[in-house]
């Protein structure tokens, strides 16, 4: 059986920047998890970011917090392990969280820090998709589902 990323915030864990975490309640995803198949990761803990933190985006090809920091090292680092343990568990899909300027599939944060989503790529989702493994975000359950099916 095909282990999945997932992103942890997903599993309900407090990573997330505000210090929350945002669970998914979907009957497969607990399926999943008895059956051992998910395998939790938060990119920008293991980038070394620490919870809270400030809110971050992506602003031409930088990852800038609300105060003015560039944490783009530590998202690249994340990234870079998100790829290694997948590589390390032949992982070929990802169920990560929508808008975050790691894990968003569709849509990311325009870079303005004022709520306006754009069309984009996280950190971590692009590096993924650029090495063969196919990323879902959450709005996207029936689609992973019927991938692994």
């Not at 031409?60 to 105060?67: C, M, S």
């Not at 590096?127 to 692994?148: C, D, H, R, T, Y």
């Amino acid at each position: 059986m095909h282990k999945i990323l997932v992103s942890s915030c997903l599993l309900g864990a407090p990573v997330r920047y505000d210090g929350s975490g945002q669970q998914l309640l979907h009957p497969q995803l607990i399926a999943w998890q008895q059956q051992e198949r998910i395998v939790a990761f938060c990119p920008e803990i293991a980038g070394g970011l620490s919870t809270p933190r400030d809110p971050a985006e992506i602003v031409n090809g930088k990852v800038i917090t609300n105060t003015g920091d560039d944490v783009t090292p530590e998202f690249q680092l994340g990234a870079k392990q998100a790829l290694r343990l997948c590589q390390q568990y032949n992982i070929r899909f990802a169920l990560l969280k929508e808008s975050s300027p790691s894990c968003g599939r569709n849509t990311i944060y325009d870079g303005s820090h004022s709520g306006i989503k754009v069309v984009g790529m996280g950190l971590t989702a692009s590096l993924l998709e650029k090495n063969g493994i196919k990323v879902f975000s959450e709005q996207q359950m029936p689609a992973l589902v019927k991938a692994l099916a």
